[in-house]
């Protein structure tokens, strides 16, 4: 089936460094989103990408849809301690039939910052 | 606007009891997807209901059932719960048709099956 590779699986980074993690599958993806997920909490959305080549910003964090369709960029520029928490790509398959609202979730990339 | 809700926050049950986790949509959200998500892994999805019809079901068996009703709120069913059901259940709602992707998650039910 479908799978999405997230890359690193983990990153231990000082404050005020950037940061940069992607997403990949050899199969095409029609919509890319990426959400972070605090311990104990259900994901939150973060950006949402439609189009292939689509760059899209939201404060510190930049997301691209890549050109082939099969892969996502994630990153979050000057990093504070309350970025610390797992990042998940999620995408819909270029195979769903219909609109069945069917997200494929990556394995996540586990953040820490280090004051 | 109100977010995603769910009850309850936690549960134990016992192995082939049957468990109903409950779900209220984003006010003026239509759709709502439920998910699984053991821990370490990224969520799983079950199925989705639209306007009170599931719109499409993932690769879990039969004894997960859903419920959506005129409100938009969703009930998940699990029967003949198994060891392996323990996992965070996670609760997304969306407008429906094109914009059914953009999905925003509420806190989860944590189940525990002993």
């Given at each position: 089936g479908q799978q999405l590779n997230q890359s690193p699986q983990s990153m231990f980074i000082q404050e005020g460094e950037d940061v940069s993690m992607n997403c990949t599958s050899s199969s095409i993806f029609n919509t890319w989103l990426w959400y972070k997920q605090d311990p104990g909490e259900g994901p939150v959305l973060l950006i949402a990408l439609y189009k292939a080549g689509e760059l899209t910003s939201n404060g510190r964090l930049t997301a691209q849809f890549g050109i082939t369709r099969k892969d996502s960029f994630l990153n979050i520029s000057?990093?504070?301690?309350?970025?610390?928490g797992i990042y998940f790509c999620a995408g819909q398959p270029q195979?769903?039939?219909?609109?069945?609202g069917k997200l494929i979730f990556g394995q996540g990339t586990t953040l820490q910052v280090k004051p | 606007e109100t977010g995603v809700t769910q009850s309850p926050t936690h549960l134990i049950k016992t192995r082939g009891q049957q468990v109903t986790l409950r779900c209220s949509s984003q006010s003026g959200h239509n759709t709502v997807s439920w998910y699984q998500q053991a821990l370490g892994q990224g969520p799983q999805f079950i199925f989705q209901y639209y306007r009170e019809e599931e719109n499409g079901r993932g690769n879990f068996p039969p004894r997960f059932s859903g419920l959506q009703f005129p409100n938009y709120s969703s009930e998940l069913n699990v029967n003949?719960?198994?060891?392996?059901?323990?996992a965070l259940y996670l609760c997304a709602s969306s407008l429906g048709g094109a914009a059914a992707y953009e999905q925003y998650f509420g806190p989860g039910t944590r189940l525990t099956v002993t």
């Amino acid at each position: 089936g479908q799978q999405l590779n997230q890359s690193p699986q983990s990153m231990f980074i000082q404050e005020g460094e950037d940061v940069s993690m992607n997403c990949t599958s050899s199969s095409i993806f029609n919509t890319w989103l990426w959400y972070k997920q605090d311990p104990g909490e259900g994901p939150v959305l973060l950006i949402a990408l439609y189009k292939a080549g689509e760059l899209t910003s939201n404060g510190r964090l930049t997301a691209q849809f890549g050109i082939t369709r099969k892969d996502s960029f994630l990153n979050i520029s000057a990093s504070i301690p309350s970025d610390v928490g797992i990042y998940f790509c999620a995408g819909q398959p270029q195979r769903s039939s219909g609109n069945t609202g069917k997200l494929i979730f990556g394995q996540g990339t586990t953040l820490q910052v280090k004051p | 606007e109100t977010g995603v809700t769910q009850s309850p926050t936690h549960l134990i049950k016992t192995r082939g009891q049957q468990v109903t986790l409950r779900c209220s949509s984003q006010s003026g959200h239509n759709t709502v997807s439920w998910y699984q998500q053991a821990l370490g892994q990224g969520p799983q999805f079950i199925f989705q209901y639209y306007r009170e019809e599931e719109n499409g079901r993932g690769n879990f068996p039969p004894r997960f059932s859903g419920l959506q009703f005129p409100n938009y709120s969703s009930e998940l069913n699990v029967n003949a719960l198994e060891l392996d059901d323990s996992a965070l259940y996670l609760c997304a709602s969306s407008l429906g048709g094109a914009a059914a992707y953009e999905q925003y998650f509420g806190p989860g039910t944590r189940l525990t099956v002993t």
